[in-house]
């Protein structure tokens, strides 16, 4: 028999010891509390239970010491208090800090509702070590946000494919991943962005399928099981850690897309898994009479303005940027999580000033979304100035003007020239706007040119799910087409959305498989497709290939030309231009002549030193005829960089082509990029597909 004292109140938890494991769970409004230790994951019976009272009870938090315990342990808990507070005694609960989670073979999720207990089908956490990354041996790579750019993908998804150039037993793995990251590196990214990696229930989704994404978390401290070869969760965080190594040696960083607005316990009818039956009315926004409040459309919010939730949520991040090496965190619906008590929104949130206060995380980089599904939109005044945030507004303007919505070219120009419309408040640094056109959230860029309307009857929804506002356009036929016209229109028109987001100042996100044209079959919410419809692709063809060559090509070519495209400060705009400092202009089809009006659909700035001499040319034409600009005066003359209208390989050719007329002649729905010859950059070669 296993001995015990009385343990000490933190870290909560389990902490091994010298001689057993120190146990700790807050539990404010709970009467009294047992600990379970089971003997497999899959046990369905304790082994022990160890009663934890008053005497073990240091504020909110309950705790105990049990010798002879170590590192591998499985254990849950049986909270008792007022039924009127949510509490289920009926119902084993994992530990929200468990490092690592077992039981998934018997876990049965309907087995959390009701009054019947769950002990022969609950989840346990696991005693894991606590021991920090060795930063020593693959120190972070520390990349400036100025030379940023991110590639989210599905940690799953990405290698499950057939044709993935991975060993079957690791598909679908984070140790089958590290095999892509040279692919990922020579492609030019320098982050790689992970759908969620947190243990979540895959059983949370709609019958038939399951959540694919991860967007249901059940602890915020585990790395999702299907993600790790073998079964053994105590291998979970070392494969983590091989990953972010194997990443570190490539110099890529690593980011997480963390849920901490919400959790996979649903609303007042869902199960009781973790959070809720330790405190349901502590980490959740609920009203007057207990009935729970929701702004992230999963049927719960989780409350983390409250002290013991931000504790909660620092000591998750801790864990995985100090034990697990990650680089950064995204935060979905970021938005909500800048709500206090009655979803009012803070003028300052508690949790992002704790973030910014905690020197373990001050060398982070953190992005998220600036709004919520309650409506909150917080783009220019989200109340945490070191964070990216993710700008729709860059994704909508883009795309509306290439599709050739009226209205559009005004807004064209602020997105093209920095978002000063947009971040009039602040200083708009680098790294304070995260572009993108397409992420895992909508349609793929080959779908955005192929789809007006979304097509997501596979996920048992009655096509209700997805955004049904998505600014796309099928240039002319729906779905797939053999027409070569309708074929030559996408061609260019992915090309013309990835090279105006290349092009922006600012930091740019590319979603998995946009550089070799993958569709979802127009499914624009693809959270439960655990298919080819979700998974990346790998056999291409010619028109595939093509593409992929022309994004390795444009990201090369944004990093020769940084200075000009994506310098530490903006650009100064003509008519704020001071001396001493290069400057953009803008025009229409005549120089110096923009015309933002409704019916415009054709646009052109240029770069020039500060000394007056053009660097840079960039026409854009949306319009459904060709139009002929003029271009500036160039000393040194011209050479074309990029013509999407141009076939593949030649419309972003490795060697710059000469350009000696002074005029341009750009086909409809096309864009083009030239470089003075004293400025232009070195060949772009490409590497091998």
């Known amino acids: 028999m296993t001995s015990t004292w009385l343990g000490r109140p933190g870290p909560l938890g389990a902490e091994v010891g010298a001689d057993g494991v120190n146990f700790a769970v807050v539990a404010p409004q709970a009467t009294h509390v047992e ?18 009272g008053p005497a073990h009870r240091s504020g909110d938090v309950w705790h105990v010491f049990v010798n002879g315990v170590d590192v591998g342990c499985r254990y849950g808990y049986r909270v008792y208090g007022p039924e009127a507070a949510g509490f289920n005694p009926a119902k084993v609960l994992l530990d929200p800090c468990a490092r690592a989670v077992d039981g ?75 095999h892509l990251l040279p692919h990922l590196k020579s492609l030019g990214v320098t982050a790689i962005e992970l759908l969620p990696l947190q243990c979540f229930d895959p059983g949370s989704g709609p019958p038939g399928l399951h959540n694919y994404w991860g967007y249901a978390p059940i602890n915020w401290f585990s790395l999702h099981p299907d993600y790790m070869v073998g079964h053994d969760p105590l291998q979970a965080r070392q494969q983590m850690r091989a990953f972010v190594t194997a990443c570190h040696r490539e110099n890529l960083e690593v980011f997480v897309d963390v849920v901490y607005n919400h959790t996979a316990e649903g609303g007042d009818d869902g199960p ?73 929104p803070l003028k ?8 910014a206060a905690d020197p373990l995380l001050a060398d982070l980089k953190l992005t998220g979304e600036p709004w919520d599904c309650g409506g909150l939109y917080r783009l220019a005044d989200f109340p945490a100035q070191d964070f990216g945030v ?26 093209l020239s920095g978002n000063r419309d947009l971040f009039a408040a602040a200083d708009v640094q680098p790294g304070r706007s995260i572009h993108f056109v397409t992420a895992h959230d909508g349609f793929t860029l080959q779908d955005l040119v192929s789809y007006t309307c979304k097509h997501n009857l596979a996920n048992g929804e009655s096509n209700r799910d997805g955004d049904s506002h998505n600014n796309s356009w099928n240039c ?29 100042p600012g930091v740019p996100l590319l979603w998995m498989g946009d550089e070799v044209n993958r569709s979802q079959g127009g499914n624009n919410n693809s959270w439960c497709q655990d298919n080819l419809v979700g998974w990346m692709s790998w056999d291409h063809n010619p028109a595939q290939q093509a593409m992929g060559r022309y994004v390795r090509r444009l990201l090369r070519l944004r990093a020769a030309l940084s200075s000009w495209l994506n310098p530490s400060t903006l650009i100064q705009e003509q008519a704020a231009a001071t001396p001493l400092q290069p400057y953009r202009r803008w025009h229409g089809p005549k120089l110096n002549r923009p015309d933002y009006g409704a019916w415009s659909h ?14 840079l040319w960039c026409g854009l034409n949306a319009f459904h005829e060709s139009i002929l600009f003029e271009l500036p005066r160039c000393h040194s003359g011209w050479r074309r960089l990029i013509n999407t209208a141009l076939p593949a390989d030649d419309d972003l050719p490795p060697c710059p082509r000469s350009w000696p007329q002074d005029r341009m002649h750009l086909e409809s729905h096309s864009l083009a990029l030239m470089v003075a010859s004293r400025h232009c950059p070195p060949p772009l070669e490409a590497d091998p597909d």
């Open 35 to 52: 600990l379970l230790l089971f003997d497999q994951g899959s046990s369905p019976a304790p082994s022990r239970i160890i009663p934890l």
């Open 104 to 178: 998934w073979r018997v876990y049965e999720r309907q087995a959390g509702h009701g009054t019947r207990p769950n002990l022969d089908c609950c989840l346990k956490g696991v005693v894991t070590e606590r021991h920090p990354f060795d930063f020593t041996a693959a120190p972070r790579p520390r990349r400036p946000w100025r030379e940023t750019v991110i590639y989210e993908l599905h940690p799953g998804g990405f290698t499950r494919a057939r044709g993935a150039p991975v060993s079957p037993e690791e598909r679908g793995t984070l140790l089958g991943l590290c």
């Open 272 to 344: 009781a898994i973790s959070w809720r039956g330790f405190g349901e009315q502590l980490y959740y926004f609920c009203d007057s009479s207990g009935c729970h409040q929701d702004v992230s459309g999963c049927g719960n919010s989780i409350a983390a303005n409250r002290p013991h939730v931000q504790h909660l949520i620092l000591e998750s991040l801790r864990c995985w940027a100090v034990e697990l090496g990650v680089d950064g965190f995204r935060f979905d619906l970021a938005a909500a999580l800048t709500r206090g008590d009655h979803l009012a």
């Open 348 to 355: 300052e949130a508690p949790l992002f000033r704790a973030m």
């Open 390 to 415: 993710w700008n729709g507004r860059f994704r909508d303007d883009v795309r509306r003007f290439w599709k050739g919505d009226q209205n559009t070219c005004w807004n064209m120009r602020q997105r």
């Open 476 to 504: 002319g036929v729906e779905g797939p087409s053999s027409d070569d016209r309708v074929q030559t229109l996408r061609r260019r028109q992915v090309r013309n959305l990835i090279t105006s987001l290349l092009l922006a």
């Open 602 to 615: 054709a646009l052109a700035w240029s770069v020039h030193t500060a000394t007056g001499d053009v660097v």
